[in-house]
């Protein structure tokens, strides 16, 4: 046999060899990611400016239970002691209790941490609105530096140390673990944290025993006094921008926040937030964007007086109170 055949043997030789190595690179590089699912609500209409809670949805389970580890993961801040759940706490109406936040070496927060349930319900998030979605809120408290005090640079590395995200990450995403897929799957679980079958949405869907009579002749007041002018929606709440002391004037303790001005730089935005969500309002004690005021009722007078011009009675404001304690429920089991 010539030199021509043995050199025509080893190109092929060659080319066989490496054309298993080429495919398998062509698949790696065009993995099909895990079949996700967009999260989907499905909503019911009623009649009214109170609108209930979702009570079925669509979601992706698998992206849930990663986001779930994620958000209860100390993993996410620089000393590894902060967590989302941390400032967020899901079982007990999605805030942490305190006026303000611990973060990192106990750095203390600036303002409330709002209650983490149906916060997918809202038009923005944070008290100024600062951020248009849920995915854009959660990498915010990651680079905080009173918060968590860190950066994709030195969380990821610490994830992708770890077994079960860096397995799980895998799993679910061709990229494995990036920016993008640890803020996906927070989102989607965060997603998950919906509270139907309150007692108020109970009632509006046709369960007329679902209140009491102090209850009902609460949500009288409430619809006729101005109050669902602001607070309504899905999430009674959570859907506009409004002035703190509308009408009258506010409580000095509230007075040291100015709101969107500290983003906008314009007169008109002082003392401007995002009207907060009242669904848990019971139990997301203490109110306002400081936390400065302990007490559910003194929340209500304060409200009625800055926003509606109106000096409660007693009795009103028991009453209203008794129908917020109608806005709490569970989160909705995923199935």
């Known amino acids: 046999m010539d030199k021509k055949y043995y050199i025509a043997l080893m190109i092929a030789l060659l080319l066989s060899s490496l054309f298993p190595i080429l495919f398998y690179i062509y698949l790696d590089d065009n993995k099909v990611e895990h079949n996700y699912i967009e999260t989907e609500y499905y909503f019911e209409h009623v009649e009214g400016a109170i609108q209930p809670i979702p009570r079925s949805m669509t979601i992706d389970k698998d992206w849930l239970i990663l986001g779930k580890a994620l958000f209860h993961s100390p993993l996410l801040s620089k000393d590894n002691t902060i967590s989302c759940s941390s400032c967020h706490m899901v079982d007990f109406g999605g805030d942490d209790g305190f006026p303000l936040s611990l973060g990192v070496n106990n750095a203390q927060g600036v ?126 709440g959570g859907n506009i921008y409004q002035k703190l002391g509308r009408i009258d004037i506010i409580p000095e303790v509230l007075t040291h926040d100015f709101g969107r001005f500290q983003l906008t730089n314009q007169n008109n935005d002082k003392y401007v937030f995002k009207v907060p969500s009242l669904r848990n309002i019971a139990d997301t004690a203490p109110y306002f964007h400081n936390g400065a005021i302990y007490n559910l009722s003194d929340a209500v007078r304060i409200m009625a007086r800055t926003q509606l011009a109106r000096e409660l009675t007693d009795n009103e404001v028991e009453d209203i109170v008794a129908l917020l304690q109608s806005f709490s429920a569970k989160t909705i089991k995923v199935e």
Request: proline share 6%; glycine share 4%; charged share 20%.
């Open 111 to 236: 303002r409330n941490s709002p209650t983490v349930l149906n916060a997918s319900l809202n038009f923005r998030q944070f008290w100024d609105g600062r951020a248009s979605s849920l995915a854009e809120q959660a990498a915010r408290p990651i680079h905080n530096p009173i918060e968590m005090a860190t950066s994709w640079e030195e969380v990821i590395p610490k994830l992708k140390n770890n077994p079960y995200f860096s397995k799980t990450f895998n799993q679910l995403s061709p990229s494995g673990i990036t920016a993008d897929n640890v803020i996906k799957a927070i989102t989607i679980y965060e997603e998950s944290l919906i509270t139907p079958n309150s007692p108020i949405d109970n009632y509006l869907l046709g369960d007329k025993n679902a209140l009491t009579e102090q209850q009902i002749r609460g949500l009288s007041l409430f619809t006729d006094y101005g109050c669902s002018t602001c607070h309504q929606g899905r999430n009674i």
